[in-house]
């Protein structure tokens, strides 16, 4: 009898149909569907499918003979969860829209990219990185700036005796090979002067001097011409020199300097026009100075070496002021 009893149990278990397991909202598991076709299918056949805000995501693949007119999504982030969207397409011509092949969701961290494969030209750029909105990723942008080759400070044109003294200031040097001196009458028609070895790479404050032995009775204009290794130029600005007017520059005085921003300009016997510049070259104080004592106020300027240019009808010096608080 018990023989009996045990062999119906068998049968009657052996009818039982074991549900499969579909997974619950935020619990890590999926539904998993798969369909496969010898044509398109209308509707996306689900392959894995996260449940809402579970960190998992959707995924369709459709198995077909047949082109398909959407673009197969090969993986799709859940809202907010950390994963993204991918698509993918192969063409055998442009693309009209450019193609995700990963797209983060909103404030995820993650990003956008997009990818055309095609054997033609793509109209627009394809974008390789784009960062998410609010998601602090980002463009990059990178632009080489050129670093100045020299900081001149100082440059100007002094007569001494019968000569005519040129003296420049550096505050510091990058690759510098070396200085021209170019001398001209009329400020057009150019000649070489001299040139100076320079010091290559320094940070130190430097001085050069040099004395044109046969200066002209009228107004003789002067500039330098900087050189690098990879032999680039530039030119400094041009100063003119007198040596009627240079004569009463040379008793002008600047103090106190350095100074906390207040500078005083005594000693001047002729009309000049003061221009005051930082160290981007901007020019930050123009005035013109009619009386024998006259005033530079900086106070509203930062700490820091600024160039003074002192310029008459036919001279022109340059001299820097240093403010220190």
């Known amino acids: 009898m018990k023989k009996i009893s045990l062999i119906i149990f068998s049968l009657l278990s052996a009818n039982v149909v074991h549900a499969q397991y579909t997974g619950g909202n935020n619990d890590g598991l999926a ?26 995501a959707k995924n369709t693949l459709t198995q077909s003979a047949c082109a398909v007119a959407d673009p197969t999504y090969v993986y799709f982030g859940g809202s907010n969860d950390g994963f993204a969207k991918n698509t993918l397409t192969q063409s055998a011509c442009a693309v009209p829209d450019p193609t995700y092949v990963y797209f983060g969701g909103n404030n995820d961290g993650f990003a956008k990219n997009t990818l055309t494969q095609s054997a033609c030209a793509v109209a627009d750029p394809t974008y390789v990185y784009f960062g998410g909105s609010n998601d602090g990723l980002a463009y990059g942008t990178l632009t080489n700036c050129s670093t100045l080759p020299i900081e001149l400070l100082r440059w100007e044109a002094n007569c001494k005796g019968n000569k005519m003294e040129l003296l420049w200031e550096t505050a510091s ?18 000649a070489v002067l001299a040139t100076i070895p320079a010091a290559g790479n320094s940070r130190d404050l430097l001085r050069y001097t040099f004395a044109d032995p046969n200066p002209s009775e009228n107004t003789t ?10 032999g680039a130029s530039v030119y400094s600005a041009t100063v003119a020199a007198n040596c009627k ?50 005033e530079i106020d900086l106070s509203q300027e930062r700490a820091g070496v600024y160039q003074l240019h002192i310029a008459t009808e036919s001279n022109v010096t340059i001299n820097k002021l240093v403010i220190e608080r």
């Open 31 to 56: 539904y998993a569907i798969l369909t496969q076709s010898a044509c398109a299918v209308a509707d996306p056949t689900y392959v894995y499918f996260g449940g809402s805000n579970d960190g998992f």
């Open 173 to 190: 040097e990058l690759n510098n090979d070396y200085f021209t001196i170019e001398k001209s009458n009329d400020a057009k028609t150019w």
């Open 221 to 230: 204009y002067y500039r330098l011409k900087q050189t690098d290794f990879d």
């Open 245 to 294: 007017d240079n004569r009463q520059l040379n008793l002008a005085t600047v103090y106190p300097n350095p100074s906390t921003g207040v500078f005083m300009l005594k000693g001047f016997g002729v009309q000049a026009k003061v221009l005051v510049y930082n160290a981007l070259g901007q020019c930050i104080l123009q005035k013109v100075i009619t009386n024998d004592l006259a």
